[in-house]
């Protein structure tokens, strides 16, 4: 089965822009996260999407959003763009109901602010 | 809350040594555990994991026992390679979509 993929692979942008990240999950799963890693830090948890709603949020500001779409592939939005929001960013996915699946990772989007 | 609560890094190893990287939880109900390595440059790959209580995860040679009386899954491998060299994350599933994860362990094993 085809994993998780996200485009773009790498994406820089200006401060104060507005950057797009975009994930497909696993065919036949319905559950979106979204994860946050700054460089040589552990992952920060910003976004789950499930059935095209949000069902939880980190603790992000409000210019981090995203969506969800009918076919359960996702968005993230960063609007404003700060030097810090410079990070590797990873969406995962999960089937729906059990409740022993794990999260399966695609391979992030770079995002360099300049 | 729900939280994992992971060994400190970095850990530097030589080749052939045993390796173990300590992980403890805190669930209220009945946790899935996890254990994830992330390479340069990737995303987090699933190594193993464990859905219940004295189940052995295995994988690659590493291996991770799901102990409910010490809420721990500690990673461990008799012999470390250099390609194992890596970051690895504990993380445990509860409440049907929750996860919740440790703030990884940086391991470098030299020849």
């Known amino acids: 089965e085809a994993g998780v993929t996200q485009s773009p692979t790498h994406l820089i942008k200006t401060r104060g822009q507005q950057a797009t990240l975009r994930c497909s999950p696993i065919?036949?799963?319905?559950?979106v996260y979204w994860y946050q890693q700054a460089l040589g830090l552990g992952l920060q948890f910003l976004l789950w999407?499930?059935?095209?709603?949000?069902?939880n949020r980190g603790n992000f500001p409000p210019r981090f959003s995203g969506r969800q779409f009918p076919n359960y592939s996702s968005e993230l939005n960063v609007n404003a763009l700060e030097l810090e929001d410079s990070a590797l960013y990873l969406c995962?996915?999960?089937?729906?109901?059990?409740?022993?699946?794990?999260?399966?990772f695609g391979n992030g989007t770079r995002l360099t602010v300049t | 809350g729900d939280s994992v609560t992971q060994m400190e890094g970095p850990v530097t190893l030589s080749e052939e040594a045993f390796l173990t990287i300590n992980c403890t939880y805190t669930?209220?109900?009945?946790?899935?555990l996890f254990w994830y390595v992330q390479y340069p440059g990737e995303g987090l790959q699933l190594l193993l994991k464990?859905?219940?209580?004295?189940d052995k995860g295995s994988n690659k040679g590493f291996e991770a026992t799901y102990r409910k009386e010490t809420t721990s899954f500690h990673l461990e491998k008799g012999s470390v390679q250099v390609s194992d060299s890596a970051v690895y994350f504990c993380?445990?599933?509860?409440?049907?979509?929750?996860?919740?994860f440790g703030t990884g362990t940086s391991l470098t094993v030299i020849p």
């Open positions: 995962a996915s999960s089937s729906p109901g059990t409740g022993n699946s794990p999260l399966h």
């Open positions: 065919s036949g799963h319905t559950s």
């Open positions: 999407y499930d059935e095209g709603e949000e069902r």
């Open positions: 669930a209220t109900g009945y946790p899935s």
């Open positions: 464990a859905t219940k209580a004295d």
């Open positions: 993380a445990l599933r509860i409440g049907g979509n929750q996860f919740y």
